[in-house]
Every structure is written in C-alpha cells, then in structure tokens.
C-alpha cells in the first residue's frame, strides 16, 4: 500500500518488502502490479518476501524507513530493531483515503510533488464519475480468496471504500453480528467472512470483485448466494489506487 502511495508522489523509494511472486496481484519481484512496472523503472529493490528482516532493511542504509501499522505488510513488531538503523515513520493506512495518505505522507516526509498528485487524482476521480452508470445500489466491494470460500470485504473506511463513495457507490454492509470480523491488527478497512459468513455477510445487490479475473468472477455467479446478483470485476489489486483508478470494468452478470 504504501510504496505504490510514495511512488505516485516521486519518492525516492530505494527498496521495499514484497509478497508471493507472480500471482494475480503481484508481479514477478512480488510487487504489487499496479505500480509494479514504475517500481522497475525507478530501480527499486525488493527487500525480502513475505517476513520483515531488519537485516536486509540495514544493508540498504536508507536515511528514511516507513512502517505500516496494520495489514499484511505491516512490520509494526521490529519497529525497535528498524529505529536503530535510520529515523522512521509509522503509518496506518487502514482509516485514510488513496489522497489523505498521500498528504499525510508527502507533509511528514516532505514530498512537495504529494499536492499536485492529489490535485490531478481528484480531477480524474471527477471525470470518472461523470461516465460511470452506476449498477443496482448498495453494492458488496471484495477482493475474493480461495476459489469464493472466503473474502475480504472493504469497509467504508478502506481506500477502496471511501473512493466507491466518492464516485456515488453505496456500501452494502453485513449484519452487525459479523463486523467485527476483523483481523491483520487493528484494521478496520476490511470485514474478512468465511464459510457461511460467506452467504450471509454479501447482502448487496451488485458485487464489486478487486483484483479479479474473468473466471472468479464466473466461480461467484455460479454459487448460490451469487447467482441473483450483478458482479462487477474491478482490475485494482493489493490496496494501491493506481492513476488510472479502476482499469477494467465488465458486467458477468445482471441481477
């Protein structure tokens, strides 16, 4: 999340944790694939796959180490070990839209470029909406694991979330009983269901799939508790809301 939000803003970004290789949402370093290719351009160096190493992060001798205090790529636990190799920033990123985390992280590093990259997302956004015929309202926003046996739901407080609303979505959320079902630290941005949480937690009359192919959206409107509903596949995976916002959109089905 956070390395695509310092790439849009010119940050000298000199290396970065990364995840599995070569999956739908990484590239082959295990950078997420939307800002993937700006990462190669820019010469940025994957750190390490998977869990932090304070080691790899010393070799690098950066004058700057940021953290994320949730989520997956969080390395909020060696946050001593990485206070002792350069000053460092902690971010949560769980709360905050793709625009207030790049003010947030161009006012505490100083990145005047952070400005104009918010100006210029937000006459995208506008021009977006502009176009956008919006499917049947409130809609569930997803990314889908493990062949539709599990989800994580974006929250209206995600990144996602908040630009949904923004472009005029409304967020269809699950009963109260399940929205608590948080996890990944203290994460709000996310409702992760499973199992029969599954069926009960995706109340919304269109599915929004993030990071989706074609066939996951085949394997929802094949389950039963997809079958009545419209899924909309979104191409913007791993957290980050590239320039281009929402590359691909296509209806595999209507309610």
């Not at 000053?87 to 902690?90: E, F, G, K, T």
């Given at each position: 999340m956070l390395t695509g939000s310092l790439l849009a803003?010119?940050?000298?970004?000199i290396a970065s944790g990364a995840t599995a290789p070569g999956s739908?949402?990484?590239?082959?370093?295990?950078?997420f694939r939307q800002w993937g290719a700006v990462a190669k351009q820019k010469g940025v160096k994957r750190l390490y796959i998977g869990e932090s190493s304070p080691e790899a992060v010393a070799v690098e001798a950066p004058d700057l180490i940021i953290v994320s205090a949730t989520g997956n790529d969080s390395a909020i636990k060696l946050v001593d070990q990485f206070s002792t190799i350069a000053?460092?920033?902690?971010v949560n990123y769980g709360d905050k839209s793709w625009q207030q985390l790049v003010t947030l992280l161009g006012q505490a590093a100083g990145y005047e470029a952070a400005a104009a990259c918010v100006k210029?997302?937000?006459?995208?956004?506008?021009?977006?909406?502009?176009?956008?015929a919006l499917p049947p309202q409130p809609v569930s926003a997803m990314v889908v694991n493990g062949d539709g046996r599990a989800v994580n739901l974006w929250t209206?407080?995600?990144a996602q979330g908040k630009l949904l609303e923004q472009l005029g979505f409304t967020l269809a959320m699950p009963p109260a009983g399940l929205q608590q079902l948080h996890?990944?630290?203290?994460?709000?941005d996310i409702i992760q269901l499973s199992g029969d949480n599954v069926a009960s937690?995706?109340?919304?009359?269109t599915f929004l799939l993030f990071a989706a192919e074609d066939k996951t959206a085949q394997q929802v409107m094949q389950n039963p508790f997809g079958s009545s509903k419209a899924a909309l596949g979104l191409r913007a995976g791993g957290g980050d809301?590239?320039?281009?916002l929402l590359q691909r959109h296509a209806f595999a089905g209507a309610s």
């Open positions: 803003i010119d940050a000298p970004v739908r949402l990484a590239d082959e370093q295990g950078f000053p460092m920033l902690v210029a997302f937000d006459a995208q956004e506008a021009a977006l909406k502009s176009k956008i209206s407080e995600s996890s990944m630290g203290q994460r709000k937690g995706l109340n919304g009359n809301l590239p320039s281009r």
